[in-house]
């Protein structure tokens, strides 16, 4: 499924415009902008099946550091920093990967 299946483009447009800067990168608030925090836990699963690029159920640390790419071909890599700050985020069991239900827990928190 697309991402503009799922979202706005316009919104997405707006949420990456706003973090393009390298160390910008603010989860919560890209969430919100995209318009996730809004969306059914069911639907925020889709969205992380769209940014899963291997479909190995995980995003793993190498994927993450892509993850705006997966809502927009033109999305820029996040850095080391703001791939680590996002990773231990979500990552709540400790196992250097994020799971649809931790991404899920993440997007409403």
């Not at 250097?96 to 239900?101: F, P, R, T, Y």
């Amino acid at each position: 499924m697309a991402m503009n299946d799922l979202l706005k483009a316009e919104d997405i447009k707006k949420a990456l415009d706003a973090f393009a800067v390298a160390d910008s990168f603010d989860h919560k608030k890209f969430f919100e902008m995209v318009g996730m925090k809004a969306m059914s836990a069911e639907n925020v699963k889709k969205v992380f099946q769209a940014l899963d690029v291997d479909a190995s159920g995980f995003i793993e640390e190498e994927e993450l550091k892509f993850v705006l790419k997966g809502f927009a071909a033109d999305g820029r890599d996040l850095t080391d920093a703001e791939t680590k700050r996002f990773l231990e985020a979500a990552d709540k069991d400790g196992d250097g990967m994020i799971g649809s239900d931790e991404f899920e827990v993440l997007v409403h928190e």
